[in-house]
């Protein structure tokens, strides 16, 4: 319970339709606590024209009036049970909701690191099969405890008043069965944790098969892999068996202990009957009383099942809730950004390999600049883009943008300057459209069109059959590398940052291609500033300035003429590409 206090705010928030609903349930056990007694009043009717103590006449109107009661008060009784449902259910379907809103949001701002030490999988399960577990304890186990709790308050006294002997003896098991409750439901919360691990394992698998599904067939995995869902399918099967184990224990017992209240019922109270202490109605009355609460006492290892599912459940929740983002808005002032960024002194460590991407480097780009970026693989050029639009804080050193340290300007101001293009485009499974649109959600078809034309993508668009209405598979499968990169160019020239960050986005197209979108690019991005992560020295050909990097280093930097002159490893990248292109 401890976790699931994290609810309580929710329970406050609809706090009103929580008390009606309540008041609702104890309305509608009142009145179905009435149908016993006036089954009591039916037979001391019977036994009284048995004695002829009362005529046939009499009888049979008392009887009638009786009957009415009970048909009444069931129908009435039936009326705020399903009121009871209404509100209290309903208010478990916001809460549901509003926790799933709660974890998306968080996701949201938790950094990137997050996303690396956690499979996609297990996160998707938490927000889903986890919280709707925490759902059945917030709508389900709240009515029903409630209804249990309502008719124990009631009818145990009632039945002590009446019949105190009687009583005794007929509540006589559920101390036992309380006992066999709380050990039973100890191992129910052991078990529960790890099914609810086992399925977010389950699930990370399955998404990570489908999403590479183009790997499995090329390389003919199709049967391994089938072997290794069979193995996690009988894991699983072993878990839910071994909690399913335990929760049958539950309903026998109940019904065992119920059985044995009947005949305590039944024995102790025809006991009293013949020695005249009791109307032969209270018998009835009491048998009534014991089924009416076989549900209740019933429900408590149910509702005990899905308390302890619900805390195991909340407890995964609450874990990544804890996290603590570490990119934080120091600043409520949005800022206006115009272009200017400088590098002094920055270094910076990734913290899930350690590896240290960038060391002591210092650089300015002036508001407006086109900046290429070079050098081998893993030299830290992608990571400069990352810390530009703070995906990461430096380790080391300071970055200012407009002469004002990054930290202290406002995030959002921050990133809706920035349009980015990563190396590995990423498409959303929507129409071309829309997924260019994505940049500026009220974007022209024309604004659209222009900008595709500018990332040379508009002729391969037109040839598909729906053209800008074709819907894109999961991650853009539909299209090939190079077009994804220069859907997701357009994408962001449609936004019209102040600055743009392209890693290494020409890399699937023709040199040819390249250089008409290299072209389109500085005309689009004039007066803005623009850096180009490549390979190709071609990309940097026309830029205000050359960045080279290597092991994390600046090793070289000027324009593409200066560098070209001096040697170095610009100057043997640009003989190496140009000796390449001319065989």
């Given at each position: 319970m401890k976790e699931l206090k994290h609810l309580n705010k929710y329970f406050r928030?609809?706090?009103f339709k929580l008390l009606i609903g309540i008041?609702?349930?104890?309305?509608?056990?009142?009145?179905?606590?009435?149908?016993?007694?006036y089954v009591n009043k039916s037979f001391e009717v019977i036994d009284n024209l048995v004695k002829e103590n009362i005529n046939k006449t009499e009888a049979t109107d008392l009887l009638t009036l009786y009957i009415f009661i009970i048909i009444g008060t069931a129908i009435l009784s039936g009326i705020f049970t399903f009121l009871m449902r209404q509100t209290i259910i309903n208010v478990s379907r916001y809460i549901e909701y509003d926790l799933k809103n709660e974890i998306f949001d968080h996701y949201q701002y938790l950094n990137l690191d997050f996303y690396k030490k956690n499979r996609t999988g297990d996160l998707m399960n938490r927000i889903s099969e986890d919280v709707g577990q925490v759902r059945m304890y917030a709508g389900p186990a709240v009515m029903y405890g409630i209804n249990a709790l309502t008719?124990?308050?009631c009818l145990i006294p009632l039945m002590f008043i009446k019949a105190p002997t009687l009583a005794l003896y007929t509540v006589l098991p559920f101390p036992i069965l309380s006992?066999?409750?709380y050990k039973i439901s100890k191992i129910i919360h052991k078990r529960s944790t790890k099914v609810q691990e086992f399925l977010s394992k389950l699930s990370t698998f399955t998404q990570e098969s489908?999403?590479?599904?183009s790997v499995i067939k090329a390389y003919g995995l199709e049967p391994q892999t089938h072997e290794e869902v069979i193995l996690l399918a009988n894991e699983g099967k072993d878990k839910s068996m071994d909690l399913a184990k335990v929760n049958a224990w539950f309903f026998p017992l109940m019904v065992l202990l119920i059985g044995v209240s009947n005949l305590f019922v039944i024995y102790i109270g025809g006991k009293q009957y013949i020695a005249g202490e009791i109307g032969?109605?209270?018998?009835?009355e009491f048998i009534l009383y014991v089924n009416m609460l076989t549900w209740p006492v019933a429900i408590v290892g149910w509702l005990t099942s899905i308390v302890q599912r619900a805390g195991a459940s909340q407890t995964r929740i609450n874990e990544f809730l804890k996290e603590e983002p570490k990119i934080k808005n120091e600043s409520a002032v949005e800022n206006i950004i115009n272009g200017k960024i400088e590098f002094k002194n920055v270094s910076f460590t990734y913290d899930d390999t350690n590896i240290n991407a960038l060391k002591n480097i210092s650089f300015t780009i002036?508001?407006?600049?086109?900046?290429?970026?070079l050098g081998k693989t893993?030299?830290?050029?992608?990571?400069?883009?990352?810390?530009?639009a703070r995906l990461y804080d430096v380790t080391d050193g300071e970055i200012l943008i407009d002469d004002i340290p990054i930290k202290k300007l406002n995030l959002k101001s921050l990133r809706q300057t920035v349009g980015a293009v990563p190396q590995d485009a990423f498409l959303f499974s929507d129409s071309i459209k829309e997924n260019i649109k994505f940049g500026k959600k009220d974007a022209t078809d024309e604004e659209v069109i222009k900008v595709a034309k500018n990332a040379v993508v508009h002729e391969n668009i037109m040839g598909f059959s729906k053209k800008y209405d074709t819907v894109l598979g999961e991650r853009g499968i539909t299209l090939s590398g190079g077009q994804k990169q220069r859907v997701s160019i357009a994408r962001a020239l449609l936004k019209d940052p102040k600055i743009y960050l392209f890693d290494d986005c020409l890399s699937a197209v023709d040199t040819e291609t390249e250089e008409e979108i290299l072209n389109n690019l500085e005309q689009a991005s004039s007066n803005r500033t623009t850096l180009i992560v490549s390979h190709r020295v071609s990309s940097a050909k026309n830029a205000d300035k050359v960045l080279v990097l290597d092991e994390g280093k600046l090793l070289q930097e000027g324009t593409h003429d200066k560098l070209n002159t001096s040697e170095g490893y610009y100057k043997e990248l640009y003989l190496t590409q140009l000796s390449d292109k001319e065989n």
């Open positions: 928030k609809y706090w008041l609702i349930t104890i309305i509608a056990r009142i009145f179905s606590l009435v149908l016993p007694s008719l124990f308050g006992f066999l409750i489908f999403s590479g599904i032969f109605g209270l018998i009835a002036n508001k407006g600049d086109t900046v290429a970026i893993g030299s830290g050029k992608s990571t400069i883009l990352d810390l530009i």
